[in-house]
């Protein structure tokens, strides 16, 4: 029997302007209207072969600088550089879906039978996180962008994000601003050819990725504007993501921080990690150097912000006497907790259920986190 062979699928070229004109339903809701199209983005073939078409010598030239870097879960892998005629092609590994795509599907109107938490988004963005460090270490990937990341869904529907192929050098002066509501790399007249462009446009993606819009205005020519000049970051659009999520978005647009920063911010600490990055603060003495202001909203009367019934005010009546007012006490409470939890604990998750004891720091871990920084612990 013959084999059957695997379905080639011709993409877009991933360096060029894209034709499709904004859908007025996209300006309205910060995300285009892919779903209408596809309702179930997950459902598309398996097994396909997606083919990027080139020209011979940009195609040969991505090949090689593709090369370069070592293969990682989150990047898509370039199967093979192929000549045909005067015209070049990229064959890619299998993928499901771009994640402009994904993006319309999260937050399209439309009822689909998917849920995509917070948490879940979050990993995403943190596997694209992941990939950036990796083609860092050996050069600027130059073409973050919505239409060149990718996503891989496996049986149990678990998604996993991959960044597409690098861009060659005569691409990046080529990119325009007449892209579509995603348009996320940095306009060409001012594109450097150095990572804080590919955080940058990381970070828009972040944006689009955790509330569904573009910081820098639904309209392709406005984020043409705005991302040239820096203005106009609307932050009202973050108010429904986390304050720590909005801090890191904002640090990333704003060039103040690099990848490995980006990796070790406290929007991706589990809650174990987060009373691991207090233990180690109350072990270094760093908690002593702690402001005694208002600052991390502790002050003075930290203890009656607690959960009345929560696991750490037990662990605080296990010995009230050795905790007094000043917020250095609530941190060494945090950290006996961590070193010493409770053997008798009935609940699901003890460090999850003592984070929600916290519900009235909200931005407790991006205070200590600002004032101390990462600690080595944060980016393993």
């Known amino acids: 029997k013959r084999k059957k062979k695997k379905k080639i699928k011709e993409v877009e070229t991933v360096n060029e302007v894209s034709e499709r004109d904004d859908n007025a339903d996209a300006r309205n809701l910060g995300v285009a209207e892919d779903a209408k199209k596809h309702p179930d983005v997950l459902g598309e073939t398996f097994g396909e072969v997606s083919r990027i078409k080139l020209s ?12 370069e870097i070592p293969e990682h879960d989150n990047i898509v892998r370039i199967l093979s550089c192929q000549i045909n005629g005067n015209e070049g092609s990229l064959m890619l590994e299998t993928t499901d879906g771009r ?19 917070f948490d879940m988004r979050l990993r995403w963005c943190h596997q694209l996180l992941l990939a950036i460090r990796k083609v860092h270490l050996y050069r600027v990937h130059g073409n973050i962008d919505t239409m060149n990341i990718f996503y891989t869904s496996s049986l149990d529907r678990l998604l996993t994000v991959k960044l597409g192929p690098v861009a060659d050098r005569k691409c990046l002066s080529r990119i325009s601003q007449s892209r579509n509501v995603f348009y996320t ?3 060409s007249s001012t ?4 990572t804080g462009a590919d955080i940058f446009a990381a970070g828009c993606i972040l944006s689009l990725l955790l509330c569904g819009h573009h910081i820098y205005g639904l309209e392709s020519i406005d984020q043409y504007r705005n991302m040239e000049h820096r203005i106009l970051f609307n932050k009202s659009i973050l108010k429904g993501v986390s304050v720590e999520a909005c801090d890191l978005i904002e640090r990333m647009v704003e060039g103040s921080v690099d990848i490995d920063t980006c990796l070790s911010h406290p929007v991706f600490w589990k809650a174990r990690k987060r009373f691991a990055y ?6 270094t003495g760093k908690h002593l150097c702690l402001p005694s202001d208002e600052k991390l909203g502790l002050g003075s009367n930290w203890r009656n912000k607690l959960q009345p019934e929560g696991v750490l005010i037990h662990h605080l009546r296990s010995s009230p006497s050795s905790y007094e007012c000043h917020p250095s006490d609530f941190l060494r409470l945090c950290r006996n907790f961590y070193q010493h939890p409770p053997r008798d604990y009935q609940g699901c998750d003890l460090f999850d259920d003592a984070i929600l004891d916290l519900q009235k720091f909200p931005s407790l871990f991006l205070d200590l986190f600002t004032i101390f920084g990462p600690d080595s612990m944060c980016y393993s």
């Open 56 to 67: 011979i010598d940009i195609a040969k030239e991505i090949f090689a600088a593709q090369q």
């Open 99 to 117: 994640l402009e795509s994904l993006i319309s599907l999260v937050f399209s109107s439309q009822p689909n039978t998917h849920e995509y938490s």
């Open 185 to 187: 790399s940095l306009p």
């Open 191 to 194: 594109l450097a050819l150095d």
């Open 278 to 283: 207090i233990s180690e603060l109350v072990r």
